[in-house]
């Protein structure tokens, strides 16, 4: 099973030299933290920033960098900064290849819902609608259960939506998915988790063809 940085280094691992990525908050911002060296990935932040770099040292942050999160973050050389306004454009432009975000629930055919939960606090769904409604290329890092044990990964979100049928990959505690038409294909299973376990865990319809394999992280 993996945990919180697994998900993230497994995500890595899907970024392509020349890509221009979007990281949502949560674990997506720790996929900045395992980007190949020598890959030439430039990471777009909505709240106005071109050229993310990873995480600050501790002792070494500086409060007027941070990312969409409001957590601090480095710049890398070239790195731009501009207004909110302008950062939409690029990512409504389809200007950004690939948006990681994070997700309360993913339907089968690929709706998300990432935003609220009825009668609890939010901020907003910031800057969630407009990524996924105009990326190329969307993955989910998420939990596959919440904390009863219930699947996240549904037949249909129960949860208000984000975005409709566009959601491409998911990458879960258990799992590597790719969401298609006929639901979720099981791709890659977390190290010491049996098909099985993954198949309890999934309440939406799931593809399971031929031998899966277990992934590799690092």
Known sequence: MLDK?????????????????NL??????LVA?????????????ENGLLGMGPF??????????????????TTVP????FDSAMSFGMIRARKVDLTILGAMEV?????????????????????????VASAKNIIVAMQHVNKAGE???????TLPLTGVKCVK??????????????????????????????KNATEGKLIIDGDIPEMTIE
Request: hydrophobic share 40%; proline share 6%.
């Open 24 to 29: 949502g908050i949560g674990i997506p911002t």
């Open 5 to 21: 940085v697994g998900i993230a280094k497994r995500i890595a691992k899907e970024i392509k030299d020349g890509y221009y990525v």
């Open 107 to 131: 339907a089968d055919n690929g709706d998300i819902a990432n935003w609220k939960i009825p009668g609890k606090m939010v901020k907003g769904m910031g800057g969630a609608m407009d990524l």
């Open 56 to 73: 600050p040292f501790e002792g070494e942050e500086d409060p007027d960098l941070i990312n969409a999160g409001k957590q601090t973050i």
């Open 169 to 198: 990959k998911i990458v879960t505690e258990l799992a590597v998915l790719d969401v298609t038409p006929q639901g979720f294909k099981l791709l890659e299973r977390a190290p010491g988790i049996s098909v099985e376990q993954i």
């Open 78 to 81: 070239g790195s731009v900064f």
């Open 151 to 157: 699947s996240k990964l549904l037949t249909k979100c």
């Open 33 to 45: 933290n395992y980007i190949p060296q020598g890959m030439n990935v430039v990471l777009q932040s």
